[in-house]
C-alpha cells in the first residue's frame, strides 16, 4: 500500500512540475515582441510637419511629387551639359543641325555638329584677326577638318540675323575691291566667268569666299549655294569641328511636328515632350538657331 501511494505521489508531482514548465513557457513567449513589420514599398513615412517641406520633397513617395522631382532633375542635367558644352564652346548654342545636303559626303543632313567660337582652337596661320584657316593655307600646312583642307565655317548669308545660318567651307580670304575670280578662284567653281560676270566681283569688302563641298561653285557666284556675297569676319557665328551622325533629325522632326514651339533667338530647350528626351537633346538641339542651311 505505502509503495502504491508514493508512486501516486510522484506521478502528482511529476504533472505539477510539468504544468509549471508549460505556465512558464506560455508567459515568456506572451513577454517576446512581435517581430516588426515590414514597410510596404508604397508607405510613405515623410511627412512635411516632421521632416520639414525639403525633406519631404526629397524623399516622399508622392505620385505628383516623384513626377516634379523627376521634371526638375532633367533640367538641372540640362543646364548642367549646357554649361560644359558652353564653356568648351564659347557660344550658344553649342551645337546646330544639318537640314541639307551641300556637304556632303562630309556632313550629312540630320548631322548634328558641334560649333566653336571662331577665336576657339585655331590652327596654322589663320587669317589675321580671326581663327579661321582657310582651304589655301589648310592645302599648305595641313590644317582639315572635315574630310577637307580648311576650316567649316558657320556664318548668316549677307549678315541678314533673318536668315538661316548657312555651314561651308572657307576657301580663300579676299580683299576690297580684289578681282578675286582672275586672281585666286578655281575657274571650274566659277563656270569659267570672268569678274564682269560675278555680282561680288570686285570684292565689294574685305571676307572669305565660300562653297559647299558638295555644291558646283562658290557661295558668291550666281545662283549657287548660299546666295550671299563675300563673307565678313562678323558675320561668321563659329566653327564646326566634329559631327554626331544622325542626332540631328530628332531636332529636325521636332521641328517640323511643333513649329510654333521654335522661337526665333530664343532658347525653346523646355519645350519637349518629356523629361527624358529633354536630358538627352535638350541642351545640345533645341535652342535657335541649332540648324545650319547647307545649300
Same mark, same amino acid.
Given at each position: /500500500? ?42 510613405? #513615412? ?11 520633397? @526629397? #524623399? ?17 542635367? *540640362?543646364?548642367?551639359?549646357?554649361? %560644359?558644352?558652353? !564653356?568648351?564652346?564659347?557660344? +550658344?548654342?553649342?551645337?546646330?543641325? %544639318? ?21 576657339? $582652337? ?16 589648310? @592645302?599648305?600646312? !595641313?590644317?582639315? &577638318? ?5 576650316? *567649316?565655317?558657320? $556664318?548668316?548669308?549677307? !549678315?541678314?540675323? #533673318? ?44 571676307? $572669305? %569666299? ?6 558646283? !561653285? ?16 562678323? +558675320?561668321?557665328?563659329?566653327?564646326? /569641328?566634329?559631327?554626331?551622325? +544622325? @542626332?540631328?533629325?530628332? #531636332? @529636325?522632326? $521636332?521641328? &517640323?511636328?511643333?513649329?510654333?514651339? *521654335? ?33
Amino acid at each position: /500500500m505505502g509503495s502504491g501511494s508514493g508512486r501516486g505521489d510522484s506521478g502528482t508531482d511529476g504533472s505539477r512540475r510539468q504544468s509549471t514548465l508549460a505556465t512558464q513557457t506560455t508567459r515568456e513567449r506572451d513577454r517576446t515582441p512581435p517581430p516588426p513589420q515590414r514597410a510596404r514599398p508604397d508607405d510613405d #513615412r515623410v511627412t512635411i510637419e516632421d521632416d520639414g517641406p525639403i525633406r519631404w520633397f @526629397l #524623399r516622399t513617395n508622392n505620385g505628383t511629387v516623384v513626377a516634379v522631382r523627376d521634371v526638375l532633375s532633367s533640367v538641372a542635367l *540640362v543646364a548642367v551639359i549646357g554649361l %560644359v558644352l558652353f !564653356g568648351i564652346s564659347g557660344i +550658344w548654342p553649342p551645337l546646330v543641325a %544639318v537640314e541639307s545636303g551641300s556637304m556632303e559626303p562630309n556632313m550629312e543632313r540630320g548631322d548634328m555638329i558641334f560649333v566653336v567660337a571662331e577665336d576657339r $582652337f585655331a590652327g596654322d596661320d589663320p587669317v589675321d584677326g580671326t581663327g579661321i584657316v582657310t582651304r589655301e593655307a589648310g @592645302l599648305e600646312n !595641313g590644317h582639315e &577638318k572635315f574630310g577637307g583642307a580648311g576650316d *567649316v565655317i558657320i $556664318f548668316r548669308p549677307n !549678315g541678314n540675323a #533673318r536668315e538661316t545660318p548657312v555651314i561651308h567651307r572657307a576657301h580663300f580670304w579676299v580683299e576690297a575691291d580684289e578681282n578675286w575670280v582672275d586672281g585666286q578662284a578655281n575657274p571650274e567653281f566659277v563656270n569659267g566667268a570672268s569678274c564682269e560676270r560675278v555680282r561680288a566681283c570686285p570684292a565689294p569688302h574685305d571676307g $572669305f %569666299v565660300t562653297k559647299g563641298d558638295a555644291n558646283s !561653285g562658290y557661295d558668291q557666284t550666281a545662283n549657287v549655294g548660299a546666295d550671299t556675297s563675300v563673307v565678313k569676319p562678323e +558675320w561668321t557665328t563659329g566653327k564646326g /569641328m566634329f559631327r554626331i551622325p +544622325w @542626332l540631328g533629325h530628332v #531636332r @529636325l522632326s $521636332f521641328e &517640323k511636328l511643333f513649329p510654333f514651339a *521654335v522661337i526665333p533667338d530664343v532658347s525653346s530647350t523646355l519645350t519637349l515632350l518629356s523629361p527624358t528626351l529633354l536630358g538627352m537633346v535638350g541642351a545640345i538641339g533645341f535652342a535657335y538657331p541649332p540648324r545650319s542651311r547647307r545649300r
